[in-house]
């Protein structure tokens, strides 16, 4: 079992609509959670953290934490195409970052 | 200056060479790591320098070799590498690890190497 799993992808979805991103990990020692955005070619940038159980919303992005399932989602409002990238969740330990393998996102025109 | 900032962006090498990559942030941060990234893969954790000191070594083969002269500077020193070290490799920076409940790491754009 993988240390941090995200959902396989590719994932499409038309413009305007909702996108979910999911991502479960096994240590239950895990402190702090992020959702990362990469572009082809690029370095991965921070779009959200989370580190208490609940929801945390930043305009159109939500995150959902659950300690107990460890469990965490990202959804994303109003998809556009410029929301197509690659989604990586990274969850953390004692300063140690664990990646999930990604999710590819697409969102059509 | 929310900045990480990688020199060079690409870098070719051949396996007998000894090359530097330099990572530079002045966001305060007190932890600063290094990842290599290859195509379609997450990144992966090489090296963590805590307050300028090696906390975190991934067993990273000797032909990398991490050096921290100060609190804003990180390098890592390639000698003899493979092909198979070809990758992105990506510098980041966060708050210090202990004694900080926000330690999002913010990463540097990259630099692409290619060992011949």
């Known amino acids: 079992q993988k240390e941090v799993e995200q959902n396989s992808g590719p994932l499409s979805v038309p413009e305007g609509a909702i996108a979910s991103l999911n991502c479960t990990y096994s240590?239950?020692?895990?402190?702090?959670f992020f959702w990362y955005r990469q572009y082809s070619g690029k370095s991965p940038e921070l779009i959200m953290f989370?580190?208490?159980?609940g929801d945390k919303e930043d305009g159109r992005f939500t995150a959902q934490l659950n300690k107990a399932s460890q469990y965490v989602s990202l959804l994303i409002r109003d998809s556009q195409p410029s929301d197509s990238a690659t989604y990586l969740c990274?969850?953390?330990?004692?300063?140690?970052?664990?990646f999930g393998d990604g999710t590819t996102l697409t969102v059509k025109p | 200056d929310t900045e990480v900032t990688q020199t060079p962006k690409h870098l070719v090498m051949g396996m007998t060479n000894k090359k530097s990559l330099k990572c530079e942030q002045h966001?305060?941060?007190?932890?600063m790591y290094w990842y290599k990234q290859k195509a379609k893969k997450p990144p992966e954790l090489m090296f963590v320098?805590?307050?300028?000191?090696?906390?975190i070594n991934e067993s990273v083969p000797s032909r990398f070799s991490p050096e921290c002269p100060n609190s804003s500077l990180l390098n890592l020193h390639l000698h003899a590498l493979q092909p198979e070290d070809s990758a992105l490799y990506l510098c980041?920076?966060?708050?210090?690890?202990?004694?900080?409940?926000?330690?999002?790491?913010?990463f540097g754009p990259g630099t692409r190497l290619t060992v011949l």
């Open positions: 966001m305060g941060h007190r932890a």
């Open positions: 240590d239950r020692g895990s402190q702090s």
């Open positions: 980041a920076s966060s708050q210090p690890l202990l004694g900080s409940s926000y330690n999002e790491q913010f």
């Open positions: 320098y805590s307050y300028e000191k090696l906390s």
């Open positions: 989370i580190y208490s159980n």
């Open positions: 990274a969850v953390r330990n004692a300063g140690k970052s664990t």
